[in-house]
């Protein structure tokens, strides 16, 4: 992997593990397009690292607060969101990692994510704050987050839906979404770490220069996309991501039927 292969897959990763469009369908593209055969579950878990650290910086006092107080009700919200998820990663097993190699879907699941932004921004604001959240909110949101283990499902844009249909204010159902972020991405990190240890054939030194690129080009980017993603919901303008997901789907469509 090149240099600059590296920052752009960083700079892929911290946009799209935060904005609305799906990180796994955007880097599963981006590998095709370079052409990348070798294992990355390397340089996949420093970028994931690289991700975790900007919602821990913005969502700090929350994460200080559970760390403080860990026995009280949005712990337990935030393991019963992440429960679905889990038992996904479970009962899916070695599949998953055929599942994020194949671009099959991505047409299909890069419109489905646009229908549901679409659908959020139609919706209401609604009035649960914080302490209005349910445990049925929490679980139904859960699910939608197992289910956008697909690639080309968006994570955030699926739960954030999900959390505005339930009747969250659209600051209350991100800020949720993103503090249920932090244990998909560890888990997501403890799975790739697994897979290495699993492999039957070594890991392919990427190089520390790469890894280090790839790491701050995530980060840095994963800030800006935090910052926009807030800034659009309170706007409610998801759906200028939902126009480029319908896009991006016709020309796979297109890539698809012509090669």
């Known amino acids: 992997m090149s240099i600059l292969e590296a920052i752009i897959l960083g700079i892929v990763q911290g946009l799209t593990e935060f904005l609305p469009v799906s990180s796994s369908g955007h880097l599963i593209m981006m590998k095709a397009f370079f052409g990348i055969e070798e294992s990355t579950l390397l340089f996949s878990i420093v970028v994931h690292l690289g991700t975790l650290i900007p919602v821990l910086v913005v969502y700090r006092k929350e994460v200080f607060a559970l760390i403080r107080q860990p026995f009280q009700r949005y712990t337990y919200l935030i393991i019963l969101g992440t429960l679905p998820a889990v038992v996904a990663a479970l009962l ?143 706007r409610r303008n998801l759906r200028v991501f939902s126009y480029y997901l319908i896009a991006l789907s016709a020309v796979l469509i297109v890539i698809n039927i012509i090669f």
């Open 92 to 234: 899916l097993g070695d599949n998953i990692e055929a599942i994020f190699n194949n671009p099959t879907f991505l047409p299909i699941t890069f419109l489905i994510t646009a229908l549901l932004l679409i659908y959020a921004d139609s919706r209401p604001e609604g009035r649960k704050r914080k302490k209005d959240i349910t445990y049925k909110d929490a679980l139904l949101i859960g699910c939608m987050q197992a289910v956008a283990i697909l690639p080309g499902l968006s994570r955030s844009g699926s739960t954030i839906t999900v959390g505005i249909t339930r009747g969250l204010n659209r600051d209350t159902a991100a800020r949720y979404s993103f503090m249920l972020s932090i244990p998909a991405i560890l888990g997501g990190l403890v799975l790739e770490v697994a897979g290495i240890v699993r492999s039957d054939t070594p890991e392919i030194a990427i190089g520390a220069l790469p890894l280090f690129v790839g790491f701050v080009s995530a980060m840095l980017t994963g800030f800006i996309a935090i910052s926009l993603l807030l800034e659009l919901i309170k």
